[in-house]
């Protein structure tokens, strides 16, 4: 599968995961150690260096990981949250 991120920088996953919970994520994760599968581990994709980007194995999306709660002088953001929705969400 062809991943791109916000810099046009190409790459190829055999296969793409993207898991609903954190405990996903770690059973995800588990099995690609015990396999010896490379993973790369992407966000929003919108980085420009290709951090995100795999060149074989296995990726791993966090987009569906996007926990946002705000409270009272803190937030607790997950690593899928855009960074534009927090600050839509931040009081004024």
Do not use: Y
């Not at 150690?33 to 992407?42: K, L, N």
């Not at 260096?49 to 999306?61: D, F, H, N, R």
């Not at 966090?62 to 709660?69: C, F």
Request: hydrophobic share 45%; proline share 5%.
């Amino acid at each position: 599968m062809l991943v791109e991120d916000a810099s046009g920088f190409r790459g190829e996953a055999d296969k793409i995961v993207t898991p609903v919970s954190e405990e996903c994520a770690i059973a995800f994760l588990r099995r690609a150690s015990e396999t010896a599968t490379p993973v790369t581990i992407a966000g929003a994709g919108t980085g420009v260096t290709g951090g995100g980007v795999p060149q074989s194995g296995a990726l791993l999306s966090l987009a569906k990981l996007n926990r946002l709660e705000i409270r009272q002088g803190s937030a607790i953001v997950g690593p899928g949250v855009v960074l534009a929705d927090l600050h839509a969400a931040a009081p004024g």
